[in-house]
């Protein structure tokens, strides 16, 4: 029962941290939108989506749970539950969880300077873009680590096959 705690733990503080992340991100950009407004309103379409973008690690969070539910409810079901498969997904999703936080983070913060320089009328939408998607590289690298885990989990691959 202990290890099926540690489990649900982990899923929650996963969905946690990645929410607040993804929550923290949309507002640095929304603040600045807001901002850019002023000076150019003809950018709002480049604001928004440089808006969006904080939100896809709030997606790998998603995909993090279902993957994690998914797993823990096979490992219930065949009685494979041990304390080694139990801080194995909590690790995952702790992972998960503290990368997206701080990837949708630092992400928005690139965004919002893209936002800024697109109000002031420079045209650097593109280059915006690219620079965002390397903060978010890492929540990408993150969810495929938790994958990685969750294959390796003891007793998931005798399931499996």
Partial sequence: M???????????IMVALI?????????ICGNTTVGAMKKNPGGLGSYIGLSALPSSQGLYGFVGFFLATNLVTTLIQNGAVNAISAWAIFGGCLALGVVGLVSAIRQAQV???GIKTIGNGDNVFGA???????????AILALLVVILIFGAVPGWVGIAA
């Fill in 2 to 12: 202990i290890n099926e705690i540690l489990i649900y733990v982990g899923i929650a």
């Fill in 19 to 27: 929410g607040i992340g993804s929550a923290i991100g949309v507002t």
């Fill in 111 to 113: 965004c919002a300077n």
């Fill in 128 to 138: 915006t873009m690219v620079m965002a998607v390397f903060p978010e590289l890492y």
